[in-house]
């Protein structure tokens, strides 16, 4: 026989062993937990589309997130669902928004929890889209750079301690720089969602935050599923304009992507298990096709392994729970 003779199977052969050279491990600060807060008080509205998720009025807010330090989670993203929706977004950039609200309540009850403010429009607007619309039922893109800049530098004021821009509208982490350096917010950091895809798994996304675009869609801001160079691009820009985290989403169909983005730039790289991924391995696992905790683990381990610094995912606090 030929030597050396690889033999891989030999560093599999017991727990210990394999643990003493495994990769990647996931820990509870990886993860940050997505919540859907709306105006009201004692709601916790279960999302149909996404067993095990709600949307939470404050106050109730307050106590699902509690568990959250417990097992070691640092930090939320805020998604508003407000009373009145209108073509200007106005509850986006209101002081007395529900993002707003609720980030003020949750820095004063848990001031050590990280509070990452989304920051689009989809869920402000009466026609769903992520901007302003001109007559002609295009996106105005510069208009819309307006009210970002104004919604950044109201959640900065309310507390957030990141925003994370949402809506792939270009120029909006350059007009949001500029804007809270001029409001005396120039340490609040800058969370790019540098590489969003239209993807067809926001779908319980949108029932949960009741914000599917009236017409069309979103494919003229949003990328296109089938480029890669492009998200380079959008990375490039987004870090010239600014930013101090860039994030890829989804997570799971777009590994390449990811693993791409990390090997571009050195800054923190997120990435965004989102709602489509989150229901699908639910839907499975009450059917008794998988094993939910098993499967949740492995695709976290496979973001966290092509790349992702920390992950947003709706399955934080249980896997954070499986981990301890
Ligand atoms: C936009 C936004 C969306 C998601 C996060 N921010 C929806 C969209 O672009 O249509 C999707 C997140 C998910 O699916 O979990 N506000």
């Given at each position: 026989m030929a030597f050396p003779q690889e033999r891989p199977r030999r560093l599999r052969a017991s727990a210990g062993l394999r643990a003493l050279v495994r990769e990647t491990a996931l820990r509870p600060d990886d993860f940050v937990m997505p919540f859907f807060v709306r105006p009201g008080k004692g709601l916790k509205r279960p999302i149909k589309s996404m067993p095990g998720q709600f949307q939470f009025s404050p106050d109730e807010l307050i106590k699902a997130v509690g568990p959250l330090a417990a097992v070691g989670v640092p930090a939320v993203i805020l998604f508003g669902i407000p009373d009145r929706k209108d073509a200007k977004a106005a509850g986006a950039y209101d002081a007395d928004g529900i993002v707003q609200r609720a980030a003020a309540l949750l820095k004063d009850r848990y001031p050590e929890l990280v509070v990452i403010a989304d920051l689009c429009f989809c869920e402000y607007t009466d026609h769903g889209h992520c901007g302003v619309v001109r007559q002609d039922g295009t996106i105005d893109n510069d208009a819309t750079l307006e009210l970002a800049a104004k919604a950044a530098v109201s959640q900065a004021r309310a507390g957030c301690d990141v925003v994370a821009p949402?809506?792939?509208?270009?120029g909006q982490v350059a007009a949001i720089r500029t804007a809270l350096d001029g409001a005396g917010f120039a340490q609040t950091p800058i969370l790019a969602y540098a590489v969003k895809y239209?993807?067809?798994?926001?779908g319980p996304f949108r029932d949960a935050a009741e914000s599917?675009?009236?017409?069309?869609?979103?494919s003229t801001h949003q990328m296109d599923p089938a480029n890669l160079r492009e998200a380079l691009r959008e990375v490039d820009l987004d870090i010239a304009e600014g930013a101090d985290m860039v994030m890829v989403k989804p997570a799971m169909p777009y590994l390449d992507v990811l693993a791409a983005v990390r090997a571009r730039c050195s800054l923190p790289v997120a990435a965004y298990c989102v709602s489509g991924e989150y229901s699908m391995i639910k839907a499975a696992a009450a059917k008794g096709w998988i094993d939910e905790r098993k499967v949740t683990l492995e695709a976290l381990t496979s973001i966290k392994r092509a790349g992702a610094d920390f992950i947003l995912t709706y399955h934080a606090l249980a896997a954070a729970r499986w981990l301890a």
């Open positions: 949402s809506g792939m509208m270009d239209a993807s067809a798994f926001y599917p675009p009236q017409f069309g869609d979103r």
